[in-house]
């Protein structure tokens, strides 16, 4: 083998090494994107979740709610919403309305029940930093 062929299949080796080192980074630039992406999909996911009506059950303690829940006694606005925030295991809320109707209501008023009847929460969000 003469010494032009050895140095041609040097520089072929090597250039493709070259290459192969290049597509083995790019295989792992691309690799980390895909991560980033799927960190970034779940996070959407969560965000989206928090701007979404979620079941009563899963409610935070001490965090103000919008709460929510069909009452269809109410024929035109079934749908019903107030703001309440648990406390050590009871809508806060709920519970003085409760207590208080039991405590002054008239004979053969219509009372609330015991339990709430919410179905659903989302948390209220802080208010917008001010700006100075």
């Known amino acids: 083998m003469s010494d032009n062929e050895m140095d041609y299949d040097a520089l072929v080796e090597g250039l493709l090494n070259m290459g192969l080192n290049k597509c083995n980074e790019a295989a792992e630039a691309i690799d980390g994107l895909l991560d980033t992406r799927d ?5 959407v996911a969560e965000l989206k979740a928090e701007r979404e009506w979620q079941p009563i059950d899963k409610a935070p303690s001490g965090v103000l709610c919008v709460v929510g829940w069909l ?10 919403t107030e703001f309440d925030w648990l406390e050590e295991g009871e809508w806060f809320l709920y519970t003085q309305e409760y207590e208080h109707a039991h405590a002054v209501a008239p004979p053969g008023s219509r009372m609330p029940t015991e339990k709430p009847p919410y179905t659903h929460y989302m948390v209220v969000p802080p208010l917008p930093k001010a700006d100075k």
């Open 39 to 43: 960190q970034l999909r779940a996070r």
């Open 71 to 80: 009452d269809l006694d109410e024929t035109e606005t079934p749908d019903q």
